[in-house]
């Protein structure tokens, strides 16, 4: 394959996934271990995790290095064509993914089905089953929807006030509904030694501000991507 050819089908590739591509993909479609060497030594690629590579002028953030972590999860097949079995943006990572709480994403974290295991250090992995209705897409990654994240947090007994923040934030951008939260909540509140449990929510609340008064009438406006119905 020649350069230039490699070079546009990596960036096809790249295209719609955040401009990364992995190492199994481009070997999938014809681009050699050496070819990407070559790239990578010339500076045309970027190597930002093992195995993953970023094409220069591609736009890096906050997420490209979870991104890159999530695409080592099933590294041959494309994003557009992963199905959430491949493991999912769990926990701390999705209060970053989704803008909630204070977690500062030094740690990477994915659900997965099945129990996975990773040589790097930044990575954790959570082994559950996930419904689609438990997840929302954000820019093309799976990520727990924010009563999941706020059950999966406390399932794991993070600390109450971080789990405040996170709660206060969802509620303040009307991702999720109080009964909803609570509902997500419940089931810990006699971990956390708090009864009875309808008022755990309240409680998280709390800690880091007073409880709104509810209204007498209707809801909170919900702006996160709607849910399919769970079986």
């Avoid at 994003?79 to 491949?86: K, L, Q, T, V």
């Avoid at 993914?97 to 089905?113: K, Q, S």
């Avoid at 419904?131 to 799976?142: F, Y």
């Avoid at 509620?171 to 971990?191: C, I, N, V």
Wanted: proline share 6%.
């Amino acid at each position: 394959m020649t350069r230039s050819h490699a070079i546009a089908t990596l960036g096809a590739i790249a295209e719609a996934q955040w401009g990364l591509v992995t190492a199994r993909q481009a070997m999938r479609n014809g681009v050699s271990a050496a070819e990407l060497t070559r790239l990578t030594d010339d500076g045309v690629l970027d190597r930002v995790a093992f195995g993953v590579y970023r094409l220069p002028g591609s736009p890096s953030g906050p997420l490209t290095e979870l991104r890159a972590a999530w695409l080592q999860l099933d590294p041959g097949t494309e994003a557009e064509a992963r199905d959430i079995d491949s493991g999912v943006v769990s926990h701390g990572s999705a209060s970053l993914v989704l803008g909630v709480g204070d977690f500062t994403g030094d740690v990477h974290e994915f659900t997965c089905p099945k129990r996975k295991r990773s040589r790097r250090a930044d990575v954790t992995f959570h082994t559950s089953p996930v419904r689609r209705c438990d997840i929302v897409w954000h820019d093309q990654l799976p990520v727990t929807a924010p009563a999941r994240l706020v059950g999966d947090l406390l399932a794991d007994r993070h600390d109450g006030q971080h789990i405040s923040h996170v709660v206060t934030d969802i509620l303040d951008q009307g991702l999720a509904t109080r009964k909803e939260l609570a509902d997500a909540a419940a089931p810990h509140a006699a971990a956390y030694g708090v009864t009875p449990a309808r008022e755990f929510l309240d409680h998280l609340i709390s800690l880091t501000r007073a409880p709104t008064p509810r209204k007498a009438h209707g809801s909170p406006q919900r702006s996160a991507v709607c849910l399919p119905p769970c079986a």
